[in-house]
């Protein structure tokens, strides 16, 4: 089965500082990786996908598959990237059963 | 478009009530799902649907209930609501069953049962 390891459920950096949320995977096929993010009292929105390489509020996520991973990094850390994010792989099938991972809270503090 | 919409937005409900959990779409997705989110659980799949008509288990099915007779709605039904399923239950859809498509949520429904 799919599975999806977000390691920290709380991660806590200074404004500025470097960020790198952690990801790794279980998938025995070619992996199609999101990032979600969720600002308070917001909806949860897709942040950026492996498949596009885009950059999304400098953001970036490479996919590592010789570690099963797709970190979420970004240099400089700003107040507004406080969050809550979500890695999710597709499920078997090509994606029907999308999961998610347990999430990782963002708090960056000035 | 008004995107992914889900009512109600709040809802207590006592031990062994039934209600449904309303979620419609007005951007003609193929794909509807139901999410629901727990601390330190993240999200998890309860049902989806691929299109009208269509629906299957995700990974929490039991004590939900699913149906999709249209393209535009896909309500879940709590058939005896139990102090386990309080929760924050997200509704989310996108174009088709590709896995690189983006999945669009609702604002979310904060059901408590006592």
Redesign the interface.
């Known amino acids: 089965a799919q599975r999806v390891t ?1 390691p920290e ?1 709380l991660l806590s950096v200074f404004k500025g500082a470097p960020v790198e949320l952690k990801c790794n995977y279980s998938y025995s096929g070619s992996p ?1 990786l ?1 990032w ?1 993010v969720q600002y308070s009292r917001q ?4 942040l950026l ?1 492996h ?1 596009s390489r885009e950059s999304i509020k400098g953001f970036t996520a490479d996919l590592n598959k010789g570690e099963t991973s797709f970190h979420l990094k970004k240099p400089f850390a700003q107040e507004e990237d406080s969050a809550m994010y ?1 890695c999710a792989p ?1 499920g078997p ?11 990782t809270q963002l708090k960056v503090e000035l | 478009n008004a995107g992914v919409t889900q009512t109600p937005k709040f809802q207590v409900l006592k031990t062994g009530q039934s209600m449904t959990l309303q979620c419609a779409q007005d951007m003609n997705h193929e794909y509807m799902s139901w999410y629901r989110q727990d601390p330190g659980m993240g999200l998890r799949l309860i049902h989806y649907s691929v299109g009208a008509g269509i629906t299957d288990q995700g990974e929490v099915p039991n004590g939900y209930n699913v149906s999709r007779s249209t393209t535009e709605d896909f309500p879940l039904r709590l058939l005896s609501a139990a102090p386990s399923q309080t929760s924050v239950y997200f509704c989310a859809s996108r174009v088709g069953q590709g896995g690189t498509d983006t999945q669009y949520f609702g604002p979310g429904t904060r059901l408590t049962v006592l």
Do not use: A, V, W
């Open positions: 977000q459920k199609e999101f979600y909806r949860l929105q897709l996908r498949i979500y597709p099938g090509g994606g029907n059963k999308l999961t998610f991972g347990t999430g």
